[in-house]
């Protein structure tokens, strides 16, 4: 945010000139499909030709001045005809390119923005994402094309504001996320970890560095598999001894990850998906459907059976699938919204984790005084016999792990956006029209020098708030917009606090066992990849060098 920008409409070109330019990012969509590119091509000529007529602020979605429906217009950066902001948003980091933009047009509270036929508005300002996030006119979320095709529009994420999304998240919230389910599975969370430092420590051993992702990945997929369906796979075994199941489990998870955070140009140019299927996203979704129903219903099927000879009390330890099977009356689930459901699970669950936990390990690997103070706050608590929960609420493992949210929010454009259901007087005197895709750029409000001291240091001490320092007291989950990586209001990530014990208790095991090193051939790059999650480009490879605690198949705290 340190860059300056000169507060110009016309700085419209600075954005989306290049991008068009280079057409990187059509190549980058795999684009061989001759129809597709002739026709952009065309279309974008025609565009250009039309724009000095009919170019209007916004871009094409906010014609007829949709953006003047309050006493304060929203301002709007001109975009292309038929197009709009699309080939600047396209790929790249978008949170990145919309946090300038709204700094250079001076529209932090709000700008008016289309992607294609799609009218969107950002805000970069702390008080009207609060607005924004905690209204009722704002709690639906628009659909993508590979989300609808998945089946996510039965999920509790994409399920419109009514009784069935109200019902999924009662259900998840008693039987999933209460403190008291969180703690029920506390010993698979645990078993997974330990798991997952000793293959940490073998890679160590045979290769000299680690590989960190794909061991997160594999403890956050099993743990949440765990979780929610009573089944634990061999996964870090490498994928030649993986069980045919594990295997396939595996795929569909990555394929998903995939298909879900890829950037459709049907979404927002309706017309195109009439001549062709321009990144393979129609195709892929249909193939991997059937393969997800089938994986989901095997698994429900062995529940059923399990249930009926054995009683099907849903007991302290049953797993997500027993509860949804013990279902009965109006709240019953049908067979395709189970699948749906529990699918969405493993798709939150895993990536989110994993992703989060690689930058706080990449922080502490660049901050090394960060690092053994961390080390020293959890040897001194564990001396003292504390119990697992308490070491996950350190004050200082908090801190670091508020400061990676802060730094990389997972989800920076928080991942799903909300859509209004009506015209919506904001308290700032600008009205959002009704069916307006609305983004609250987190990124942006974490990155913002008038929001925080010297944002783009890593400085855990910020959040310490004791007789020693004066940090702030902040509280991650929803309450306070300046930093809210899980959203806000009745939409916000019911796996918050979920989220939050397992970073917490991995962390504690991974810093505990482990001093983290810079490869000497392996400098750690901060750089960004905004995905379905945002992740480091560049996989995190570091030296693990076992502590004097190390500990592997006992593991006790
Ligand atoms: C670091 C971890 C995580 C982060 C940063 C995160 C972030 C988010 C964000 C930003 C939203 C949108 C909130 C809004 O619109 O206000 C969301 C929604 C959601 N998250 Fe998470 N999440 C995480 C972990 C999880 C986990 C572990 C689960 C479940 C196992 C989960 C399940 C969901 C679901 C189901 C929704 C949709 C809620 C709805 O629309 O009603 N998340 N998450």
Redesign the pocket.
């Known amino acids: 945010m340190a860059a300056t920008i000169p507060n110009d409409e016309k700085l419209w070109l600075f954005f989306t000139l290049p991008q068009i330019i280079t057409f990187e990012n059509i190549i980058s969509t795999n684009l061989t499909s001759f129809p597709f590119l002739a026709t952009l091509i065309v279309l974008y000529f025609l565009g250009l030709f039309t724009w000095a007529i009919f170019s209007s602020p916004g871009g094409p979605a906010w014609k007829k001045g949709r953006n003047h429906m309050g006493q304060v217009p929203i301002p709007s950066p001109k975009g292309l005809p038929v197009f709009g902001s699309l080939f600047t948003l396209s790929h790249g980091l978008a949170h990145q390119t919309l946090a300038y933009m709204a700094q250079g047009f001076g529209s932090k509270q709000l700008m008016a923005l289309s992607l294609g036929s799609t009218p969107v508005v950002v805000t970069s300002d702390p008080e009207i994402a609060r607005e924004i ?1 905690t209204s009722p006119y704002f709690a639906d ?1 628009p659909i993508k094309q590979s989300a609808k095709q998945l089946m996510f529009s039965r ?5 419109p ?1 009514g009784a069935h ?1 109200r019902l ?2 009662r259900i ?1 919230a008693s039987h ?2 209460s403190p008291r389910r969180i703690l029920a599975h506390e010993s698979g969370r645990m078993l997974e970890c330990t798991n997952m430092v000793n293959a940490i420590f073998k890679e160590q051993v045979l290769h000299g560095v680690v590989s960190i992702r794909k061991h997160l990945q594999a403890a956050a997929l099993n743990n ?1 598999m765990g ?2 369906f009573g089944k634990r796979y061999d996964l870090m075994n490498g994928e030649g001894n993986m069980s045919h199941e594990a295997k396939e489990l595996d795929e569909l998870v990555k394929e998903g990850f995939e298909l879900l955070g890829a950037f459709n140009w049907s979404d927002h140019l309706p017309w195109l998906k009439h001549f062709c299927d321009p990144s393979g996203i129609v195709q892929r979704c249909s193939s991997l459907v059937p393969h997800v129903r089938r994986l989901v219903q095997l698994i429900i099927d062995e529940h059923r059976e399990r249930r009926m000879n054995n009683g099907s009390d849903a007991s302290e330890n049953s797993d997500f699938v027993d509860v949804l099977l013990s279902l009965e009356g109006e709240e019953k689930l049908q067979e395709d919204d189970m699948v749906a459901v529990l699918w ?3 798709f ?3 990536d ?2 994993a ?2 936990i690689e930058w706080i390990l990449a922080e502490l690997v660049l901050n090394p005084t960060i690092q053994s103070k961390l080390q020293n706050e959890i040897a001194n608590a564990m001396e003292s016999a504390a119990t697992n929960s308490a070491i996950a609420k350190l004050p200082y493992l908090q801190a670091v792990v508020k400061e990676t ?1 802060r730094l990389h ?3 920076p454009l ?5 859509l209004s259901t009506t015209n919506v007087s904001l308290s700032n005197g600008m009205v959002v029209p009704k069916g307006t895709t609305t983004m ?1 750029n ?1 990124w942006s409000i974490t990155h913002d020098p008038n929001v925080w001291d010297n944002p783009a240091m890593f400085n855990p001490e910020r959040f310490l708030h004791n007789s020693a320092t004066a940090g702030i007291d902040i509280d991650v989950r ?1 309450s306070d917009l300046r930093l ?13 606090d ?3 014990v ?2 917490s208790q991995w962390v504690a095991m991974l810093v505990h066992n482990f001093k983290w090193i810079q490869h000497e051939t392996n400098p750690i790059d901060l750089g960004e990849v905004l995905k379905l ?1 945002c992740e480091m480009k560049c996989p995190l490879s570091a030296v693990a060098i076992p502590r004097n605690c190390f500990v592997t198949k006992q593991y006790k705290y």
């Open positions: 996030l979320r999920a509790i994420g994409f399920a504001s999304w999924l998240r998840a999933l996320f949440i979780s929610v969405e699970m493993i939150r669950g895993t989110t984790i992703l989060l949210l929010p997972p989800g928080l991942s799903w956006a909300r609250v987190m929803g809210a990586p899980f959203g806000a209001g009745r939409r916000v990530c019911p796996g918050k979920l989220a939050l397992t970073v999650s």
